[in-house]
């Protein structure tokens, strides 16, 4: 049966664990054909977060206790400030890059792995790769982008950085196994002795919507799907995302006008209706933006829950 | 007081035992168990005639839930296939060789135990407060995340242990965050020692942190000698993965790596 808006769950923020940065807001030097954002050097949607707004922000959720700091765009490393921000979040608790891996420089990685070493909380960088050959990941994300993008490999890895790499799975379910084997041989062949790779789910919205298809209408969370569910694998749970447009429900749903939930962080804590179907995604696959995994259990319910 | 604190056992009763002589030796008041009774080692049964005879009192962790309850896997929140395999050899073998009278009494232990000692209140747990099954790394968990646990748990002090690595944090408000680490396999650091913490409060704490107004607290973690070699003799006549062994004889991690921080697996040799 077809769910209407009226169905929909809602799910409230149990507290605010994971803050996330769309730092470089909808520009990216790349254009990806998937991207769930439609990200490109021409989408000014949203703009680069400043300096000032990431000091704030960082002060404003110490009260709130949030656990980690994501940075996300676009392809966060044109901001010209990022450098400067994650050093600076580096102070506050453990930060996360997601990046396209492209436009890295050593000199940057050398100043950020500096800072990671005095810190007591870790740097991850997360980067966009999503095949082990140019044939599977270029006609997705731009002709050369896998050579270019594993030259940023090396570099991090250079750096004593261990990345984690994130796939986008565009194949059949039969070819996972040999395709992440086959992508650590290549992952060492570039200086990165211990691969982490990371498969992330299509999200049928922005480009890939138009490269294949939008999710159907069937495909949305109903009341019934939450009953007994472990809403930890839900990042709107625990997270909420800042643009320059304000905050929002998650780094998936920006382009969703019912997804902002306030101007700042003290205003974004209310529930959020479920009704996407990149919910339903969620729903699947577990808390896919995040780099713990910890979540994956449902029979283990939250105390608060 | 002198609270000795042992995290996950994982059926390494070898160094139970040496832990429990360790501890009585620098004259533990009592002893506690943050969970995970079974797990990778051999002969699950054998720590339980221990926890019994030297009144450690349990908490539940993943691991016990499900071997109590019969789940069908551990909870322990692996996702990648390598660490997923592996933890289902170790938790298929526990599951076989648990006595019915061990699983009743894991599936009545409680997810938490709260202590009130020398004007402090101590909250043991499995992985946190809110989430027996929740990792708490070293280097991904901000200060401010342990100051909101502790405020919500309404505690000074919390102790846990899941990761496998001790760690600590001092908070503010005399408040602290303990990781206990595990007694069941050594800590990823190329050592083949495991290890417990020994919290000691009011009149035990260092002179030093008696000197603050507050009730007074210090935390030793204590590193464990055990016949290693014995339990990995025992482990290959269980036929228990060679990969666990290598771990026990080495020091170093070979599964479950793909759950750690970068930084914590850097500090590893795999």
């Known amino acids: 049966m077809m769910p209407t808006p009226e169905t ?21 030097n790349l254009t990806c054909h998937h991207c769930f954002i439609s990200c490109s050097p021409r989408n000014h949607s949203f703009e680069f977060l400043s300096y000032d707004q990431v000091e704030r922000t960082l002060r404003e959720s110490l009260e709130y206790g949030v656990r980690e700091y994501y940075f996300t765009g676009g392809e966060p490393f044109l901001n010209p400030d990022l450098t400067r921000m994650l050093i600076r979040t580096l102070d506050f608790g453990p930060t996360t890059v997601l990046t396209n891996g492209t436009v890295l420089q050593d000199d940057w990685l050398d100043r950020l792995r ?20 140019p044939d599977i990941n270029d006609p997705i994300r731009g002709n050369g982008t896998f050579v270019r993008a594993m030259r940023g490999v090396s570099r991090l890895c250079r750096a004593g950085f261990l990345p984690i790499i994130t796939m986008t799975q565009t194949w059949d379910d039969r070819q996972t196994g040999p395709i992440l084997s086959r992508f650590r041989d290549i992952l060492k062949q570039h200086g990165c002795d211990r691969p982490r790779l990371k498969i992330l789910p299509r999200l049928k919205l922005g480009a890939e919507q138009q490269r294949t298809e939008g999710y159907g209408v069937t495909e949305r969370v109903t ?57 339903w995604t969620c729903w699947q696959y577990g808390t896919i933006c995040t780099n713990t995994t910890w979540m994956k259990s449902p029979t283990v319910e939250a105390r608060s829950s | 007081m002198k609270l000795a604190l042992f995290g996950g ?7 139970l035992t ?35 005879e030297h009144d450690i ?38 599951l076989a060789r648990t006595s019915d009278a061990g699983k009743r009494w894991l599936r009545q232990l409680p997810r938490e135990i709260r202590l009130s000692v020398d004007g402090l209140r101590i909250l043991l747990c499995h992985g946190s407060p809110r989430r027996t099954n929740e990792f708490l790394w070293e280097s991904t968990t901000s200060t401010a995340f342990l100051e909101r646990l502790c405020r919500q748990a309404d505690t000074d002090i919390i102790a846990g242990t899941h990761s496998g690595i001790h760690w600590m944090r001092r ?26 913490a020994m919290l000691r409060t009011g009149p035990d704490a260092d002179r030093s942190d008696r000197m603050s107004g507050r009730p007074a607290w210090s935390v030793d973690f204590v590193p464990v000698s055990y016949d290693f070699r014995q339990l990995a003799e025992q482990m290959r006549q269980e036929s228990l993965p060679d990969e666990f062994i290598e771990t026990i004889l080495t020091g170093w991690w070979t599964t479950c790596l793909e759950i750690l921080p970068s930084r914590e697996r850097r500090a590893g040799r795999w």
């Not at chain 2, 908070?171 to 417990?196: F, M, Q």
């Open chain 2, 171 to 196: 908070l503010s408000g005399g408040r602290c965050y303990v990781n206990a680490g595990v007694l069941g396999r050594p800590e990823n650091d190329g050592k083949t020692n495991v290890w417990y």
């Open chain 1, 114 to 133: 500096r800072a990671e070493q005095n810190s007591r909380y870790s740097l991850e960088f997360r980067v966009s790769i999503d095949g082990p050959s």
């Open chain 2, 18 to 52: 040496e832990a429990i002589r360790d501890a009585r030796q620098r004259g533990a008041d009592a002893m506690y168990c943050l969970g995970d009774l079974g797990a990778f080692g051999p002969h699950p049964d054998r720590v339980f005639p221990l926890l019994h």
């Open chain 1, 223 to 279: 009341p019934d799907m939450m009953r007994g569910f472990d809403r930890d694998q839900l990042l709107c749970h625990h997270s909420r995302i800042v643009t320059s447009r304000g905050v929002f429900v998650c780094p998936i749903l920006i382009e969703s006008p019912d997804a902002r939930m306030g101007s700042d962080l003290s205003d974004s804590m209310q529930p959020f209706e479920m009704k996407h179907g990149a919910c």
């Open chain 1, 8 to 28: 929909s769950p809602h799910i409230e923020l149990r507290s605010l664990d994971e803050l996330w940065f769309q730092v470089a807001g909808t520009v990216c």
């Open chain 2, 57 to 94: 009192a349990c908490v539940q962790g993943n691991y016990d839930d499900s071997i109590g309850n019969e789940r069908d896997d551990c909870q322990c929140g692996y996702t990648d296939p390598r660490d997923n395999h592996f933890a289902q050899i170790s938790y298929d073998y526990t």
């Open chain 2, 9 to 15: 056992i994982y059926s390494n009763a070898l160094a």
